[in-house]
């Protein structure tokens, strides 16, 4: 367990994860009954941009960097305000105008969670569990487990409350996580048909990813949505050019927000000529 999310916070991969997240969250908040998120694989749930780590790997220039700019340029950018939320609970962590921290998962979740509803966040590794207990233990609303995020999640749904959303974002650096991620996410929809699932996916070959969709055909998951996201043409060796998010059960109208802005959302992230975005329904209701 190598994997330290601190070389990569606010790329621009977890700027799409984490504006998804914030969408559903929000859709989810507005129905009166409490909720749960349960996030799989947490983190430390705040980052330093300042740390040693950022500034070896400083990924968030290119991500949340260049969103926050456009944040900071004031009213009425169109890309912005589509991203209010996420950007919200971004400027909440850096009152002086200054981007230097940077919400986690938990960290999002808790900014936009009620007092009625719970999050569940699993993390296998001491340090990051340390590191978020230290940050966020005091919230009542926040259950931290030190556990295997693959073996926690079905046997976390369907959590008491009914409602809410399982959040799967591995590091994926273990061979067979794939097969994991198949397995464990089928294994929710099995347990709570109705959950809202989140998956997160590296893409480094575009073939690959179409095999994958063709595979979670055969899952037996209904109304599964993949949103891909890519800043340049793929090249081997060249480092993270795409990701993927799948989701399962999106709530009301969330996957027509993302539609909406995610055409402006890839061109601002964009990295190289080779930058798009796409939207697959992979399963239907
Ligand atoms: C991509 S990071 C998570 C980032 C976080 N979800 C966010 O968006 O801010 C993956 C995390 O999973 C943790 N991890 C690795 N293997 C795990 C396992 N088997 N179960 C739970 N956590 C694990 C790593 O320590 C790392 O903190």
Request: net charge neutral; glycine share 10%; with cysteine.
């Amino acid at each position: 367990m190598n994997y330290r999310h601190a070389f990569h916070a606010g790329n621009f991969a977890d700027v799409v994860k984490h504006w998804v997240l914030t969408l559903c969250i929000a859709r989810l908040t507005q129905k009166p009954a409490p909720l749960r998120v349960i996030d799989l694989f947490a983190g430390r749930g705040l980052y330093d941009f300042s740390a040693e780590e950022a500034r070896r790997s400083p990924e968030w220039r290119a991500g949340i960097g260049r969103l926050w700019a456009l944040h900071a340029g004031g009213l009425g950018n169109p890309l912005a305000e589509s991203m209010n939320d996420y950007l919200d609970a971004v400027a909440r962590l850096n009152p002086d105008g200054q981007l230097r921290f940077y919400p986690g998962s938990p960290a999002l979740a808790l900014a936009m969670l009620r007092p009625c509803d719970r999050l569940t966040a699993i993390e296998a590794h001491p340090e990051e569990m340390a590191a978020l207990k230290a940050a966020f233990g005091g919230d009542s609303r926040l259950n931290a487990l030190e556990q295997d995020g693959w073996n926690a999640g079905p046997k976390m749904v369907p959590p008491p409350e009914r409602r809410g959303l399982v959040l799967i974002d591995p590091p994926f650096e273990a061979k067979g996580d794939d097969e994991r991620l198949l397995a464990t996410a089928s294994a929710i929809a099995r347990k709570w048909p109705g959950g809202t699932q989140i998956l997160w996916r590296p893409v480094k070959d575009r073939r690959e990813e179409a095999a994958l969709d063709a595979e979670w055909r055969l899952s037996g998951i209904r109304s599964m949505w993949r949103v891909t996201l890519q800043v340049d043409h793929l090249k081997e060796g060249q480092g993270l050019r795409a990701a993927a998010l799948y989701l399962v059960r999106p709530p009301f109208e969330v996957m027509a927000r993302i539609g909406e802005t995610l055409p402006a959302l890839s061109e601002l992230l964009g990295q190289g000529p080779g930058f798009g975005s796409e939207i697959v329904e992979v399963t239907p209701e």
